[in-house]
């Protein structure tokens, strides 16, 4: 059973920082491209970034874009995603996932992603 392990939410200011972690076995990180989505209360749930397997290639939702940077280490299989600037309107849950295909370079379509985490909250107050 596949397992994706978020950390790292919480209640911030307007402006301050986060990061999340997203930790899996090695069977289910490597090789495999991982992206990280979010959704607000009454929304639907968005794209935020994505990485390649290799960590090498890395894409952003414009929303997020010079604020927020995803990272991978794959000697300890988890993805990170550090936010920056943070602003009320990037309340949601985030949740990361593992891409469909291996050897690829990440995705913003959550169709292309098989596993999911279970999210983690992040509320940030004005």
């Known amino acids: 059973q596949v397992q994706l392990v978020e950390s790292g939410g919480g209640l911030v200011q307007a402006g301050g920082s986060l990061r999340l972690s997203c930790a899996t076995s090695?069977?289910?990180?490597?090789?495999?491209?991982m992206g990280w989505f979010r959704q607000a209360p009454g929304k639907e749930r968005e794209f935020v970034s994505a990485?390649?397997?290799?960590?090498?290639?890395?894409m952003y939702a414009d929303s997020v874009k010079g604020r927020f940077t995803i990272s991978r280490d794959n000697t300890k299989n988890t993805v990170y995603l550090q936010m920056n600037s943070l602003k009320p309107e990037d309340t949601a849950v985030y949740y990361c996932?593992?891409?469909?295909?291996?050897?690829?370079?990440?995705?913003?379509?959550?169709?292309?992603?098989?596993?999911w985490g279970q999210g983690t909250q992040v509320t940030v107050s004005s």
């Open positions: 996932a593992v891409s469909g295909r291996k050897w690829n370079s990440g995705s913003p379509l959550a169709h292309e992603y098989d596993y």
């Open positions: 090695s069977r289910t990180f490597r090789g495999y491209a």
């Open positions: 990485i390649d397997w290799s960590g090498g290639s890395t």
